[in-house]
């Protein structure tokens, strides 16, 4: 099971940090990515890493404003959210996600492994 973090509530501009971390196993043998869902929108994929942090990917609304890092230590896959919009508005989740069309494809695919709860993110004035 993976547990989401960080979420809440902020003024356009604003930053937050979205946390993921694994109950009872080990994210260092997976990729993982941050997806989000808005009301009456589709799922998107916002951000993956492979699980040796060489690979990286971004959609394109939030590429030079997010930044997804691993720290192994804590077991855990973060997202740095800066200069947030209102349109970033959305539950957050974390998941694992497909390592081949990370690193070939540059694409954010969930394996549908793990997934968390999510997390919601405001951006409002």
């Known amino acids: 099971q993976l547990v989401e973090s960080g979420g809440g509530s902020v003024q356009p501009g604003g930053s937050l940090r979205l946390s993921c971390t694994a109950s009872?196993?080990?994210?260092?043998?997976?990729?993982i990515g941050w997806f989000r869902q808005a009301p009456g929108k589709e799922r998107e994929g916002v951000s993956c890493?492979?699980?040796?942090?060489?690979?990286?990917a971004y959609v394109d609304s939030v590429k030079d404003r997010f930044t997804v890092s691993r720290d192994k230590a804590k077991n855990t896959v973060s997202l740095q959210m800066n200069s947030l919009k209102p349109e970033d508005t959305a539950e957050y989740f974390c998941a694992t996600v497909n390592p081949i069309r990370l690193i070939v494809g540059s694409q954010c695919v969930p394996t549908d492994d793990y997934w968390g709860q999510g997390t919601q993110v405001t951006v409002s004035s």
């Open positions: 009872g196993f080990s994210l260092d043998y997976y990729s």
């Open positions: 890493i492979s699980s040796d942090d060489i690979s990286t």
